[in-house]
């Protein structure tokens, strides 16, 4: 079975400008977690959605925002880019919302801003 | 809030000797620990988990952790070190109500 699979895997764009990444979850997984990772610094948790609802948020700005889709799938926007969005975006997904699940991680896109 | 700390931003070891890398955590109850590998470039691979029950947990790629509650740590352990698992190690807690979080990660290399 194909792992989670995330696009683009690099993206160049600058600032002011907007950003749409996509994830798509493993087969079968219902929940899907979208982490930021700094370089040279642990994942932080974004969001997480389940059904097609947001259960969860991390303490990001507005202008991060996401959605599921009716096939589990996931898209991640991020509005009025800044430098500080430099960054390496995970997708995760799990059978389930709980949190003792184990989530299962994309490569990742990794998003430059000039 | 709950956190995750990882004392050890970056070990070395030598092929062949044994490992330990620290994690501690701070949270009101037991949470759900893990452990993430990323090599570079790369996304997380699950290494381990812990949710109750027996301290000692067995993960793949030869790995152990062991849960101790009166010191809230989850220390990751092998035995014997291959030059393949160079990489970066993450502890991270979970727990129902509260997002997940990620310690900072430690960076291990292995001389041959």
């Known amino acids: 079975d194909a792992g989670v699979t995330q696009s683009p895997t690099h993206l160049i764009k600058t600032r002011g400008q907007h950003v749409t990444l996509r994830c798509s979850p493993i087969?079968?997984?219902?929940?899907v977690s979208w982490y930021q990772q700094v370089l040279g610094q642990g994942p932080q948790f974004i969001f997480q959605y389940y059904e097609k609802e947001e259960r969860g948020r991390g303490n990001f700005p507005d202008r991060f925002s996401a959605r599921q889709f009716p096939n589990y799938s996931s898209e991640l926007n991020v509005n009025a880019l800044l430098l500080g969005d430099s960054a390496l975006y995970l997708c995760a997904s799990s059978l389930e919302v709980w949190a003792g699940q184990p989530q299962h991680f994309g490569d990742g896109t990794r998003l430059s801003i000039l | 809030a709950q956190s995750v700390t990882q004392p050890d931003i970056h070990i070395t070891v030598s092929e062949g000797a044994s490992l330990e890398l620290r994690c501690n955590y701070s949270y009101g109850a037991t949470p759900y620990l893990f452990w993430y590998v990323q090599s570079p470039g790369q996304g997380l691979q699950l290494l381990l988990k812990y949710f109750s029950g027996d301290t000692l947990v067995q993960g793949i790629k030869g790995f152990e952790a062991e849960f101790k509650r009166s010191q809230s740590s989850f220390n990751l352990r092998k035995p014997s070190v291959h030059w393949s698992d160079a990489a970066e190690y993450f502890c991270?807690?979970?727990?129902?109500?509260?997002?997940?979080?990620f310690g900072p990660g430690t960076r291990l290399s292995v001389l041959p």
């Open positions: 087969s079968g997984h219902k929940s």
């Open positions: 991270a807690v979970g727990a129902d109500g509260q997002n997940f979080v």
